[in-house]
């Protein structure tokens, strides 16, 4: 199963995140409807495929994101400078971005392409200029989880 995840403001996502949920013979909204600012995220069902089964939970997850190897590499990193810094107590600034860009060894459409899906998921965001790590992604996960398991399912919201 593919969420596709898209923002329509991606200077404050975390208020405009929206799901597709997509898979195989769903009726619903296609992936190719979705507005360019979409995320897809893989979802396996697997009990061997779980990222905290992983030796690297962040690299798992940033391969579910992007397809290439070495975008996911970079990805982590991006993530990582962004924690780092917004912890430092001196966040990395938008304006840093040709900084950022040679440190991750990108070009550009490469960077924003990268950054821009991250924003998209909700894993980041930016406030007055600056990224943050954003916890939109994990509580439109929550919702999801929670509303699958209550609605679907019909079991006990106490029982997750």
Request: aromatic residues 10%; glycine residues 6%.
């Amino acid at each position: 199963m593919i969420f596709k995840f898209f923002c329509l403001d991606l200077q404050s996502c975390k208020h405009h995140l929206k799901p597709y949920i997509v898979q195989k013979g769903f009726k619903g909204v296609k992936v190719k409807d979705a507005p360019k600012t979409a995320t897809s995220i893989i979802v396996r069902s697997a009990s061997n495929a779980r990222i905290s089964q992983s030796k690297m939970p962040m690299l798992e997850l940033m391969r579910r994101i992007f397809r290439k190897e070495e975008v996911a590499l970079k990805a982590v990193k991006f993530l990582t400078l962004v924690e780092e810094r917004q912890k430092s107590g001196k966040p990395l600034r938008v304006e840093e971005w040709e900084q950022i860009m040679e440190e991750l060894g990108m070009v550009r459409s490469s960077f924003y392409s990268m950054r821009n899906k991250l924003l998209g998921a909700g894993m980041i965001t930016i406030r007055n200029g600056e990224y943050h790590l954003s916890g939109a992604f994990s509580k439109d996960l929550v919702d999801m989880a929670r509303w699958w398991w209550v609605v679907v399912l019909g079991y006990d919201p106490e029982s997750l």
